[in-house]
């Protein structure tokens, strides 16, 4: 692959996160931008410098010179529109979680290796160059008996939902919630160093447009507990703690940009971070531009299938618990 010419689905705080710094990174682009809104669309382009603005999405997924899709709707939207980009012959890339429904995830990635596309699930915790250096301590720690992850972020959306409003975020129609939109980072983490747990339950504070505002996951994995922490209703301070027999592994600001790595022992301490860049975005799109330019079907394949397995599980957890999305039973 040469370049990535890239048509961007939604106009919100994500999207000007990931086109920041698709601005400052090599060999990717934005060609052009969707909104339903016209005046929005226009807006973002030119204050990314670019003059193709679509609101029809037909329009914009017949486009010959885009050639990857960046879905960042709202995450009832990504099936749909990723299904639509693929069958348009597009690459996709897709926010995180990918799609509400695991059966959904596997129809999307068969689709795109049946048309030897790529589908890159866009969860920044892949790309960073901790998650590595958190595998390769963990064989230093001994047996893990304990996992104590905690993600809380107070959003402004919830003062709007207070007030009346049902934002997105927290709307059965939208697949909305803190499991799919917080706690979903603290269950990658887990996912991507331990597998999948044997078992998972859902502790959920759910409000009244029936999804949860904050809410805690146990995992049970065959040798040790998991407890997964995360709120959009609260705030605190946001860690990882991996217990094992020997040691701990300490992960300052928490499963979401992993952004330093402390290991205890008893032979002493130790700290490590080898993301000098801190917005995570940057390394994200840096290391994904790379990857597909080298055309690494593979690694994007292991990640595709992590996601999958994280959204698997949110999804027996929230169904188990109550928590159903619009057009589900
Ligand atoms: N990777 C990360 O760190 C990260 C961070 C934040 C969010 N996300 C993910 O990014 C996605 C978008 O999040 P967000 O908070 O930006 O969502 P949002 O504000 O609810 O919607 C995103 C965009 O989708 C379009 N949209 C909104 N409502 C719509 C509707 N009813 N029908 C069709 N399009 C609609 C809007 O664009 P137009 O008005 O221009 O059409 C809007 O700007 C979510 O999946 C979220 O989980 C990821």
Redesign the pocket.
């Known amino acids: 692959m040469k370049q990535i010419k890239l048509g961007t689905?939604?106009?919100?705080?994500?999207?000007r996160?990931?086109l920041d710094n698709v601005n400052v990174t090599e060999g990717i682009y934005l060609e052009a931008?969707?909104?339903?809104?016209e005046e929005?669309?226009r807006e973002?382009a030119k204050t990314y410098g670019v003059g193709k603005i679509y609101t029809d999405l037909e329009e914009f997924l017949s486009d010959k010179e885009i050639n990857f899709v960046y879905?960042?709707?709202?995450?009832n939207?990504?099936y749909e529109q990723t299904k639509k980009a693929l069958l348009h012959g597009k690459n996709v890339i897709?926010?995180?979680?990918l799609c509400p429904q695991k059966k959904q995830v596997e129809e999307l990635a068969a689709l795109a290796k049946e048309k030897n596309l790529f589908l890159v699930d866009?969860?920044?915790t892949a790309f960073l160059p901790n998650l590595q250096k958190i595998r390769e301590w963990l064989s230093q720690i001994g047996r893990v008996r304990l996992v104590m992850s905690s993600y809380s972020q107070y959003s402004s959306?919830y003062d709007k939902l207070l007030a009346g409003e049902i934002?997105?975020?927290f709307s059965p129609?939208?697949a909305?919630g803190c499991l799919?939109?917080i706690n979903?980072?603290n269950l990658y983490l887990n996912v991507a160093l331990f597998g999948c747990p044997k078992s998972a339950v859902y502790y959920p504070n759910i409000c009244r447009t029936g999804v949860d505002t904050s809410g805690i996951a146990i995992l049970q994995y065959p040798d040790f507990v998991s407890e997964c922490a995360a709120a959009k209703d609260t705030w605190g301070v946001n860690t990882v703690q991996i217990q094992g027999e020997m040691g701990y592994l300490y992960i300052e600001g928490g499963a979401?940009g992993l952004a330093d790595v402390r290991l205890v022992t008893r032979e002493g301490e130790q700290s490590c971070n080898l993301q000098e860049e801190p917005d995570?975005?940057r390394i994200?799109i840096q290391n994904m531009t790379r990857m597909l330019l080298e055309e690494a079907h593979e690694a994007f394949e292991r990640q595709l299938s992590t996601a999958s397995d994280v959204i698997g599980i949110m999804e027996t957890m929230r169904k188990d618990a109550g928590i159903l999305f619009t057009g589900e039973t």
């Open positions: 689905i939604g106009s919100g705080v994500i999207v996160a990931i931008v969707y909104s339903r809104s929005k669309g973002l879905v960042a709707s709202p995450n939207l990504h897709c926010e995180k979680p866009a969860t920044p959306r934002p997105n975020v129609d939208f909305g799919q939109d979903y980072y979401n995570r975005w994200e």
